[in-house]
């Protein structure tokens, strides 16, 4: 599926179940509320925490979980996300082509 296809499909999903898109400050506290679940499954399973019993495990789905909202909040105020991608793969190379390979704290030991 490209993020075009993603698109259009999350704003089919919220015109046939969802009713209608929350609003944009709503969906900002979603998506901050997703980006904390997804921080805690990463801290327990890549961290020093450890699980609770019956914790959701998988990265996967908080994950999914934030695209979904990011996906939301695109659709509703008219970001085209490839194209916005796009430009911030410009952007990174520009900025970043020699900057990650000349600094000496991401050599390999």
């Not at 921080?39 to 890549?46: C, D, L, N």
């Not at 085209?80 to 000349?102: I, W």
Request: proline share 1%; hydrophobic share 35%.
């Amino acid at each position: 599926m490209t993020i075009q296809e993603a698109q259009e499909r999350v704003d089919q999903w919220i015109k046939s179940y969802g009713v209608r898109y929350f609003n944009e400050l709503t969906n900002m506290a979603c998506l901050t509320e997703e980006v904390g679940e997804l921080a805690r499954v990463m801290a327990r399973k890549y961290g020093e925490q450890s699980f609770k019993a019956g914790e959701n495990q998988d990265p996967s789905e908080e994950m999914a979980d934030v695209l979904w909202v990011l996906i939301c909040l695109a659709n509703q105020t008219g970001v085209d996300l490839t194209k916005a991608l796009e430009a911030s793969f410009e952007k990174k190379t520009r900025r970043d082509r020699d900057r990650h390979r000349n600094n000496i704290k991401l050599k390999q030991e």
